[in-house]
């Protein structure tokens, strides 16, 4: 892990696969998490440069405040330039979604992916919370009330993940695990999750109320007049972020594919479907 001196001072944190390449796969992680989520990712990829950032305010990237998922493009921008990459595909998960999909306005940018990514917030033909798990109710609850509202919440609930094991980690997401992504947290595949947990809020909170509070919010740039390719995943088994966001997306943006793949959830597509979803990205980049 390395972290980068940004032009207006603040640090943010990245993880790259050391491969030298003008060409690169920028990886964006899910709410709560870190640059550690692509940890097993990186390594595989021997084609290009493979990047992924620690967005601001999680683990040693500084609190960007009152940030929003458009805003977030300057920041990896800096990171793209200083790896001289002259072309990428971005690929978000989970709340990680629409970041990605912020880089489509990257002109050096040739394809977003999103995997179960998370849907607008606000928009009339969206039921944002509609098929969630209680605990997203609750949180997303919390934060439509204020910063205040939902800073209290992670006092109460935020310090259980700061601290999660392996062997706790499925009991700690409660109703958020469907019964695919419980088969698919395997021993190994638990202590990473629970690892990036405890990385990502290692010194607090704010990262993930950023978030929260940028998710509640309109993106700040048009799903409809995204004109990249957009490949959509989604399972439909998926209590984080159920597949109506997806359809939803796909519906919005006139240069989207859905991949659909009936029978997952939001961890268990990642495990699944890893090496297809790289290949994939890299046939962008041929």
Excluded at 56 to 68: I, L, Q
Excluded at 205 to 221: E, N, R, S, V
Aim: aromatic residues 10%.
């Amino acid at each position: 892990m390395s972290q980068l001196t940004l032009k207006d001072g603040r640090k943010l944190e990245y993880f790259d696969n050391g491969v030298e390449s003008p060409k690169a796969i920028l990886f964006l992680h899910g709410t709560p998490g870190d640059a550690t989520a692509w940890k097993n990712w990186l390594p595989e990829i021997k084609e290009v440069r493979a990047i992924s950032t620690s967005r601001p305010g999680y683990g040693n990237s500084d609190r960007e405040v009152g940030r929003t998922v458009a805003s977030d493009l300057i920041n990896q921008q800096q990171i793209l330039d200083h790896f001289g990459i002259e072309s990428f595909v971005s690929i978000g998960w989970s709340g990680g979604g629409p970041h990605s999909l912020n880089m489509t306005r990257e002109p050096r940018c040739k394809a977003a992916f999103t995997l179960a990514g998370v849907g607008e917030y606000g928009r009339e033909d969206l039921d944002f919370l509609a098929g969630m798990g209680p605990e997203n109710h609750e949180e997303f609850g919390a934060a439509l009330q204020g910063e205040a509202e939902i800073r209290e919440w992670m006092r109460v609930n935020g310090p259980a993940l700061q601290k999660v094991s392996g062997s706790d980690f499925i009991s700690a997401m409660g109703g958020l695990l469907g019964e695919a992504d419980k088969a698919a947290l395997t021993q190994e595949v638990a202590d990473a999750s629970a690892g990036t947990f405890r990385t990502a809020l290692a010194k607090g909170f704010d990262g993930w109320i950023d978030d929260d509070l940028a998710f509640i919010q309109p993106f700040g740039f048009e799903l409809e007049k995204i004109n990249k390719p957009v490949v959509l995943w989604q399972g439909n088994d998926d209590f984080m972020v159920p597949q109506a966001h997806s359809e939803w997306l796909h519906k919005h943006i006139p240069s989207s594919t859905l991949n659909f793949v009936p029978g997952h959830g939001h961890i268990s597509l990642i495990e699944k479907y890893r090496q297809n979803i790289i290949e994939m990205a890299l046939s962008y980049l041929n």
